[in-house]
C-alpha cells in the first residue's frame, strides 16, 4: 500500500461542483483583484473567528510580515518567537528591520515555553509571536499576560490552525492580530498561496488596508509606502467554500488522530502527541517522537509511507541567522525535539485502514 503525506482528491470531489460554479461566474465578471468573493471570505472568516475585521493577503508570511509593519515594529525592535516553528515565522520579524529574540518550547505541547519569554524581554522588546504549532494552540492567557504587564503587543502565528481552539476562544483571535496561511495543504488551504490577518481594532485594520495595497488612499493616490500583497479572488472562492467545510475536515483529522494514537501510545519507543487540557488541537500535522529518526523516516519511506520532518533544524541553529549569535545547546528543547519528530500522513480523507497500516509499520520499524 502506498500512502502519500498528503492527499486531496477526495476534498476537491466534495466540492467541485460549487468551484465550478464559482470560478464561471467570476471569470464572466472579471474581478479577479479584489474581487466580491475576497470581501464575502474575509467576513466569513471574520465571523468563524468572531473577530471583527479579517484581511486577506497573499500568503502567510505577508500576513505576519505586515501584521508586524501594522503594529509600528521595525528597525531596533525585538520581536520574541519559539526557536521551533516553520521559517517563515522569524523571516517576517526579520524583513521588517527588527529582530528575532528565541524562546525555547515546551515539551509537551512543542509550543513556545512560556515559563522562559520573561528572560527574554529587553528594552527593545516589542512584541511576543507566539506560534500555534502542527495545529495547537499555544498556552495564551500567560502570554497576554507577560504582555500586559511589559506593554507589548501579541501577534499570533495560526498558520497551522484554523479552527483550532484556546479554551473557547478561536485560533488567532486572542491577541493584538491573528495571522493565518491558506497555502494548499493548510487545513484550510487554496489552489494557490493566500494568507490573512485578523484583528479587532479598526485602526489596525486601517492600516492593513492600505499596506497590502500600495498604500492607496485612491487608485493613483499613495500616502504611505505600502506593498503588492492581495488574496486572489479565484483563490477567495475556493476558501470560502472550502470553509463551510472546515469543522467537518477538523474533526475528520481529529478521529484519524484518535486512531493512530490508540494504536501508537501503547508501544515502547513512540512519543504521540499530547493535547493540551485548554485546546482543541486540529491536527495540521501528526508528529510522533522516536529515537533514531533519519532512519525510521527512511524505512518508512521504504515501506511506500511517506513521512516527512516539521522541522529538522531548529531556528536558532539556521544558517540564515547565523549572525545573531545564537550556538547549539542554547535552547536544548528545541534541539532534542528536532532531532525526534516525524509527521506521519495526516488528512481529513486517510482511511481507517491506511493508519492502521501506517501504525503497524512503524511499530514494526521502531520496535528494535
Ligand atoms: C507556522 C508558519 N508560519 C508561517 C507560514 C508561512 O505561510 P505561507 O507559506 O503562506 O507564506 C507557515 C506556512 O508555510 C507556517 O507553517
Avoid at 520573561?118 to 507577560?146: F, N, W
Wanted: include cysteine; charge should be positive; charged fraction near 25%.
Amino acid at each position: 500500500m502506498r500512502i502519500p503525506f498528503i492527499d486531496l482528491n477526495a476534498q476537491y470531489a466534495e466540492i467541485k461542483k460549487d468551484l465550478q460554479a464559482s470560478f464561471d461566474a467570476i471569470m464572466k465578471r472579471g474581478d479577479f483583484i479584489l474581487g466580491k468573493e475576497v470581501v464575502l471570505f474575509e467576513k466569513e472568516f471574520a465571523g468563524y473567528s468572531k473577530r471583527k475585521f479579517a484581511l486577506g493577503v497573499n500568503s502567510g508570511t505577508d500576513a505576519l510580515f505586515l501584521g508586524l509593519l501594522s503594529l509600528g515594529i521595525g528597525k531596533g525592535d525585538e520581536v520574541i518567537v519559539p526557536a521551533f516553528t516553520y521559517i517563515a515565522t522569524a523571516f517576517a520579524v526579520t524583513y521588517t528591520g527588527a529582530r528575532p529574540v528565541f524562546v525555547d518550547i515546551s515539551r509537551d505541547s512543542y509550543n513556545i515555553d512560556t515559563n522562559k519569554i520573561s528572560a527574554a524581554i529587553t528594552k527593545r522588546t516589542k512584541a511576543i509571536m507566539p506560534v500555534h504549532l502542527y495545529g495547537q494552540c499555544a498556552d495564551m492567557a500567560p502570554i497576554l499576560e507577560i504582555a500586559k504587564t511589559h506593554k507589548l503587543k501579541v501577534i499570533e502565528d495560526a498558520a497551522q490552525a484554523h479552527g483550532a481552539l484556546y479554551k473557547n476562544r478561536m485560533a488567532g483571535s486572542i491577541g493584538d492580530i491573528g495571522c493565518f496561511s491558506f497555502y494548499p495543504t493548510k487545513n484550510l488551504g487554496g489552489f494557490g498561496d493566500g494568507g490573512l490577518i485578523l484583528t479587532d481594532n479598526p485602526e489596525i485594520y486601517k492600516r492593513l488596508f492600505k499596506l497590502r495595497d500600495y498604500g492607496r488612499k485612491t487608485r493613483y493616490e499613495h500616502v504611505n509606502l505600502g506593498y503588492n500583497s492581495r488574496l486572489d479572488t479565484l483563490q477567495a472562492a475556493v476558501l470560502s467554500i472550502k470553509l463551510k467545510h472546515l469543522e467537518k475536515w477538523n474533526n475528520m483529522r481529529r478521529r484519524n488522530a484518535k486512531i493512530y494514537n490508540a494504536m501508537l501510545k501503547p508501544a515502547d519507543n513512540i512519543i504521540t502527541p499530547e493535547e493540551s487540557g485548554y485546546a482543541r488541537h486540529v491536527y495540521h500535522v501528526y508528529a510522533v517522537r522516536v529515537k533514531d529518526r533519519d532512519r525510521v523516516v527512511n524505512e518508512l519511506r521504504e515501506n511506500k509511507i511517506s513521512a516527512i520532518v516539521h522541522y529538522p533544524v531548529p531556528l536558532h541553529l539556521q544558517e540564515v541567522f547565523s549572525g545573531l549569535g545564537y550556538k547549539n545547546g542554547d535552547f536544548p528543547v528545541a534541539e532534542k525535539i528536532a532531532h525526534e519528530v516525524i509527521s506521519l500522513p495526516m488528512y481529513p480523507h486517510l482511511k481507517e485502514r491506511q493508519i492502521k497500516f501506517i501504525a503497524d509499520t512503524l511499530i514494526k520499524i521502531t520496535r528494535d
